[in-house]
């Protein structure tokens, strides 16, 4: 692998044994995908520490105090307790206070601490061609689909790309693979963020690492459609990026025919209602929670869920969670967003949601934090993601439908299904 | 013993271990095939299930693809249920790799089919990631 005299200073130490750790690392990575050189990145998305895993807070920890400093901007992906409100999900205070470890350990290394698995709604917007590494692949696909950056879907390593400001060339990071391998044909007419979750996923079921040329669509996505249908194909089939003729930097409108040859895949109504129906494996009138806002959600979904709530009440024995990051909670109160939302006994969360935070049973904490998930008959989701993820990490049933209905669900108290 | 048998494949993450061989011929998952807690294999899609891989060098065809992989292999190197080594046939994915450097379970790939008709549970395998190269040991 050629090496420029700045990555030979950080292994030679100039910068620190931390610095030296993470080149290290990334060199090693990149010979084991034959990289052949190094970029410089624009832009990290980085692990949060996460206090439902053991020594995981105290790995970033570690970091912080041997001198780690994120060299190019950074932020944090999504944490295991809502820092500022756990009483409303009821989270372990032990669970809380070692999360809140982690982001003093950010503080200390200069990460932009959004906690969240949509940073871009926080203003983290990289932009055409800017290299960069993600550990969220929603991160990930959104960045390479919609906003034209570049990015691998990686592990914990987006955190030494952003301490070092470089990261291996290969894979997305190469104009080679930024080529569509399947032309989707889109022959239903999705509408709403559950929809498009359910788009992608039907899509990667059927293309596992594919990239997807997507063709048929009546009209643009707007961004939160965009950010769903990419979110719902790394779901299920570790997409890294689709390519949507006329959005998708730099394709424009005329290029729909570059997928003519490729295996072709059409998606009809009776796709989407078959996700619909796998992830409807709870009774109607047996829930406990609804959720929205996975992934986490924009300002625009902020607004309607509070158009949606506006003058009405949750059902009582029904609890409404709300997810986005805290940037968002904050606009949405700033803006009077949050009066409507709460009035009604939604709980607006940050930091975390239904599958991060303590419900999960797949985690592995520390047995001294005390931690015990609670047993749940089901959730209502309005994401295709939040509802595979329920059924692999909480073990809980679920019931998907569209926001809309998901929202007259907690008020009825009786599930809306989609169809 | 004399004239060990050696299997030179590609190594993709260094180190140098000594472990006994556990033989798999289905793609492993970290997130979800294993119960991080006690290493034991809970998978339904792994020919692994019911046995445990801590201590083991797990010779697999391949990783199934997740991007949180990598924190699953870490937190069963946290627990000390990790597998000591890991052989394919694939190329890992670059999660499986970064919580293989960071974990310091060393990896070889291109080998997993050769090593897996002629190794079988318990043979003592050393693993060297910098060469790539395995040595059976002793063979069960």
């Known amino acids: 692998m050629r090496l420029s005299d700045q990555d030979k200073a950080l292994l030679d130490g100039v910068k620190g044994d931390v610095d030296r750790q993470a080149m290290e690392a990334l060199v090693q990575l990149g010979e084991a995908f034959d990289a052949e050189d190094m970029v410089d990145i624009g832009y990290a998305h980085v692990h949060a520490g996460m206090a439902m895993y053991l020594g995981d807070v105290e790995l970033m920890e570690e970091l912080a105090e041997r001198g780690a400093r994120m060299a190019v901007p950074a932020s944090t992906n999504i944490a295991n307790a809502d820092m500022e409100n756990w009483q409303a999900t009821r989270a372990p205070e032990s669970l809380v206070r070692l999360q809140k470890r982690a982001e003093t350990a950010h503080n200390t290394m200069g990460t932009g601490g959004c906690f969240t698995c949509t940073p871009y709604w926080a203003g983290h917007w990289p932009t055409w061609n800017t290299h960069m590494a993600s550990i969220e692949s929603g991160v990930t696909v959104f960045c390479n689909s919609v906003l034209g950056a570049r990015s691998n879907r990686d592990g914990f390593f987006a955190v030494y790309a952003g301490m070092t400001g470089r990261?291996?060339?290969?894979?997305?990071?190469?104009?080679?693979?930024?080529?569509?391998?399947?032309?989707?044909?889109?022959?239903?007419?999705?509408?709403?963020?559950?929809?498009f979750t359910v788009l992608g996923y039907a899509i990667g079921s059927q293309t596992t690492n594919a990239i997807p040329l997507i063709t048929g669509l009546e009209r643009r996505p707007n961004l939160d459609e965009l950010d769903a249908l990419g979110v719902g194909m790394a779901t299920s089939g570790g997409v890294a990026m689709f390519i949507l003729p006329g959005v998708t930097p730099p394709y424009g409108d005329g290029d729909a025919g570059l997928g003519a040859g490729l295996p072709s895949l059409p998606i009809q109504e009776r796709d989407l209602r078959a996700v619909y129906e796998d992830f409807c494996s709870g009774e109607h009138s047996r829930f406990d929670i609804v959720h929205l806002g996975c992934p986490h959600a924009s300002f625009e979904e902020m607004k309607h869920?509070?158009?949606?709530?506006?003058?009405k009440m949750v059902k009582p024995g029904v609890e409404l969670w709300i997810t986005t990051n805290r940037t968002v909670r904050q606009m949405a109160r700033d803006s009077g967003l949050l009066r409507p939302i709460e009035a009604s006994g939604a709980k607006v969360i940050s930091?975390?949601?239904?599958?991060?935070?303590?419900?999960?049973?797949?985690?592995?904490?520390?047995p001294a934090l005390g931690v015990e998930p609670p047993t749940l008959r089901?959730?209502?989701?309005?994401?295709?993601?939040?509802a595979r993820y329920i059924r692999d990490m909480i073990h809980c049933p679920t019931l998907l439908t569209t926001t809309e209905k998901a929202v007259e669900t907690a008020v009825s108290g009786t599930f809306v299904p989609r169809w | 013993m004399s004239d060990k048998t050696t299997f030179e494949g590609r190594g993709i993450v260094k180190g140098n271990v000594t472990g006994p061989a556990l033989v798999s011929r289905t793609p492993f998952s970290f997130l979800g095939d294993v119960d991080i807690r006690t290493g034991d294999v809970i998978g339904e899609l792994s020919d692994l299930r019911g046995r445990n891989i801590a201590g083991r060098v797990l010779v697999v065809p391949a990783t199934r693809g997740s991007a949180g992989a990598w924190r699953f292999l870490y937190q069963l190197k946290q627990h000390g249920t990790h597998p000591v080594a890991v052989?394919?046939?694939?190329?890992?994915?670059?999660?499986?790799?970064q919580g293989a450097i960071l974990s310091g379970v060393p990896i070889i790939s291109g080998l997993?089919?050769?090593i897996g008709n002629t190794v079988t549970d318990a043979t003592l395998l050393c693993v060297d990631g910098d060469s790539g190269v395995v040595t059976v040991i002793e063979a069960q």
């Open chain 1, 305 to 311: 869920y509070a158009q949606l709530l506006d003058g």
């Open chain 2, 112 to 114: 997993a089919d050769r």
């Open chain 1, 351 to 366: 930091d975390t949601c239904p599958i991060s935070c303590h419900f999960a049973r797949t985690a592995s904490p520390d």
């Open chain 2, 87 to 97: 052989i394919t046939g694939e190329l890992p994915d670059p999660s499986v790799v």
């Open chain 1, 378 to 386: 089901a959730i209502v989701v309005d994401s295709a993601k939040q």
């Open chain 1, 167 to 195: 990261y291996p060339r290969f894979g997305l990071h190469l104009d080679e693979n930024r080529k569509p391998t399947h032309r989707v044909v889109v022959e239903a007419a999705p509408s709403g963020t559950a929809d």
